[in-house]
């Protein structure tokens, strides 16, 4: 026996066990007449329970064990909140346990009806080393059983996300134009230099780069010295910038990140640190209130239209780092780094935005925009494209992110749509 009480809940949440001839373990006429609703939150495994002990009907909640000394080792025995639990289910009855009030729990051992071939199908999923559990088979299951569960799987992984992003509101005293600043920052770094740039964000105020709003030098010397590229100047585009930073700096009493925490090597050069940091300080030239802005836009290309054509000084068109003449540089941010934002930055913003404020409209949007970005491609999606699993939007490439992570890594077929089908196929 392999399984774990996730399968056995399974199996009680979908009646997969025979129902006739059922007894207790006192040898009383046990009818389930409602499996209740699955609790997956604190207190007893099953709620709202309706079940028939001989000729008498409870109503109350049922507790899952492989065996039924689990309840004294889960300590239940002496919290009073599972003194309601009316029947204990169990695979293997070793002992008789009681309540806190010293009653005895009527226990049901579900070992010998669970359905032929079950337990065989769950131990041989879940067994196996393939990439994921159910790989040799997914072919078999058709998209339309399992197309609503990876839209449930996409809100999931949003739903995720947005606590990180709650916490980062506490951490900006309420402000979202600050949480969004900061999210955008991290996303400009992507995996990289994400961590260098967010703390440059933290650093530095947007309240201080609005004062100087009107003046493009003064915001690509802010951002640029506090990002600590300005120690050592190489031409005079940089020492122009220094003179500017060392003024704001001791006006704003501003203090650098490290120059060392910036990631050149093995990055495209359109994607160096410098660049991006360029291009940052064009987005904050150009946008005023940028999360107020997108808050009342109604299609991904008006957002995408934001993030186009970004004043970036000239000096970098011909640089991809201070002091070193280059040939012709692109600093116009790619589509593909575009929509990298819009699915990192924007879409987590109006979705936690809209779960904050109640505002179901700006989680639809949310989810609109993922619908309207092209899927990923990394190494999970294409894999999952050799399995048969088609994706067309960002929106079917973050749900599938999100079932390989905490479904498939960790064998929760039980409580997946696909590995549950597999499982309950006779």
């Known amino acids: 026996m392999t399984f774990n009480e996730d399968f056995l809940h399974f199996v009680w949440k979908y009646r997969l066990f025979n129902h006739k001839e059922l007894f207790t373990d006192f040898d009383e006429p046990l009818e389930i007449i409602s499996p209740g ?72 051992v579900l070992k010998e009806h ?34 609503s569960w990876l839209a449930r799987v996409l809100v999931e992984r949003l739903e995720d996300k947005s606590t990180f992003v709650l916490n980062l509101l506490n951490e900006c005293k309420g402000s979202w134009d600050d949480v969004f600043y900061w999210l955008l920052a991290r996303n400009l770094g992507f995996k990289t230099n994400a961590v260098p740039f967010e703390l440059l964000a933290r650093s530095l105020p947007q309240q201080i780069l609005a004062k100087h709003k009107n003046s493009a030098r003064q915001i690509e010397a802010l951002v640029f010295g506090q990002a600590g590229f300005l120690k ?13 930073y060392v003024h704001l700096q001791r ?14 090597m093995r990055l495209r050069p359109q994607n160096f640190p410098s660049i991006r940091l360029a291009q940052f300080a064009a ?51 790619g589509l593909d780094s575009i929509h990298n934002i819009l699915l990192n930055t924007v879409v987590i913003s109006l979705f936690s935005y809209g779960k904050y404020t109640g ?21 999970i999606i294409n894999r999952f494209k050799s ?16 079932l390989k992570k905490y479904y498939c890594d960790q064998k929760k077929c039980v409580t997946c749509a696909i590995g549950a089908k597999i499982i309950k196929v006779v």
């Open 37 to 108: 609703f699955h609790n997956t939150h604190a207190g007893a495994d099953f709620e709202n329970v309706k079940i028939r002990i001989a000729d008498t009907v409870w109503v109350g909640n049922v507790e899952i064990h492989i065996k039924s000394s689990d309840w004294d080792r889960h300590d239940h025995t002496s919290d009073e909140s599972y003194n309601n639990v009316i029947l204990h289910v169990v695979y293997d009855n070793d002992r008789t346990v009681l309540r806190s009030d010293g009653t005895r729990i009527v226990t049901f």
């Open 114 to 147: 669970i359905l032929p071939g079950l337990e065989q199908r769950y131990e041989d999923l879940i067994g196996n080393l393939s990439w994921i559990p159910c790989e040799k088979i997914l072919h078999n299951v058709e998209r339309a059983h399992y197309g």
């Open 232 to 244: 050592n100047p190489q031409d005079d585009y940089s020492l122009t910038l220094q003179k500017e």
């Open 251 to 264: 006006k704003y009493q501003l203090k650098p990140v490290d120059m060392y925490l910036w990631k050149f």
């Open 283 to 333: 987005l904050i030239i150009k946008s005023q209130h940028l999360f107020s802005r997108i808050l009342h836009m109604s299609n991904s290309k008006d957002i995408v239209s934001i993030f186009r054509d970004l004043p970036v000084n000239d000096y970098w068109k011909k640089h991809y780092r201070f002091g070193k003449m280059s040939e012709k540089v692109c600093t116009d941010l």
């Open 359 to 379: 505002d179901q409209q700006l989680i639809n949007r949310a989810l609109e925009v993922l619908e309207n970005l092209p899927p990923e491609t990394n190494q």
């Open 387 to 402: 399995l048969g699993i088609k994706t067309d939007t960002a929106a079917d490439s973050q749900a599938l992110l999100q």
